[in-house]
């Protein structure tokens, strides 16, 4: 059974800091696309960042990069979310997904791309 679990959500004031992580189980880690998605109150799930099976593709939305930084550790089955420079307009539930590929991350940026989902985390940016 394909598990992946957020952690590190919280509140946060503007300017400050996050990293989530998710811990998958249940797949071979090594063979999937991993990506972040969030949801904001009143809007559609977007994909913030992607990061393809080997580690050596990402992929950022133009509204996070430069401040977000998406990594893998293949040994340990983990994806992280470093968020820096966080603002209100962050502030959403983080989803971890993933999907069997080996292409670059860019070409898995739509929500219909990934097979698993994570039960997400709240981050709240606050003014």
């Known amino acids: 059974q394909v598990q992946l679990v957020e952690s590190g959500g919280g509140l946060v004031q503007a300017g400050g800091s996050l990293r989530l992580a998710c811990a998958a189980s249940g797949l071979t880690f090594s063979r999937y696309v991993m990506a972040w998605f969030r949801q904001g109150p009143g809007k559609e799930r977007e994909n913030v960042a992607a990061?393809?099976?080997?580690?050596?593709?990402?992929y950022y939305a133009d509204s996070v990069k430069g401040r977000f930084t998406i990594a893998r550790d293949n040994a340990k089955n983990t994806v992280t979310l470093q968020m820096n420079s966080l603002q209100p307009e962050d502030t959403a539930v983080y989803y971890c997904a993933a999907v069997e590929g080996g292409g670059p991350a860019y070409v898995y940026t739509r929500r219909s791309s990934y097979a698993y989902w994570g039960q997400g985390t709240q981050v709240t940016v606050s003014s």
């Open positions: 990061i393809s099976s080997s580690g050596g593709s990402r």
